[in-house]
Nanobody, 122 residues
Framework: QVQLVESGGGLVQSGGSLRLSCAASGHVFKIFSMAWYRQASGKQRELVATIGVPSGDSTNYADSVKGRFTISRDVDKNTVNLHMNSLKPEDTAVYYC??????????????WGQGAQVTVSS
């Protein structure tokens, strides 16, 4: 089994910063990429940022967060972080991490975390 556990969400004022972390554990053999998605109330889940795990310089961001959010990873700890600056009320959502990985049993799949609430007050 593989578990992805997010941490670091919370309540912050507009213009503030938060950092989210997501750790993959269990029968992880190799991670290809990790990503952050978010889902605001009443809206569809949307991609926020992705990062290639072997090569951390492969990153992509949604236009709405470019220049404000930074995704990073720690290969040794199977962890991905999302540094969020200049937060806006429209960033309020449940943030989910996922990982495209192969387990020790040789099964490749995308796994999801349980989500972390981020609330930005105006």
């Amino acid at each position: 089994q593989v578990q992805l556990v997010e941490s670091g969400g919370g309540l912050v004022q507009s213009g503030g910063s938060l950092r989210l972390s997501c750790a993959a554990s269990g029968h992880v053999f190799k991670i290809f990429s990790m990503a952050w998605y978010r889902q605001a109330s009443g809206k569809q889940r949307e991609l926020v940022a992705t990062i290639g795990v072997p090569s951390g310089d492969s990153t992509n961001y949604a236009d709405s967060v470019k220049g404000r959010f930074t995704i990073s990873r720690d290969v040794d700890k199977n962890t991905v972080n999302l540094h969020m600056n200049s937060l806006k009320p429209e960033d309020t959502a449940v943030y989910y991490c996922n990982a495209d990985l192969i387990t020790t049993r040789g099964v490749r799949n995308v796994h999801w975390g349980q989500g972390a609430q981020v609330t930005v007050s105006s």
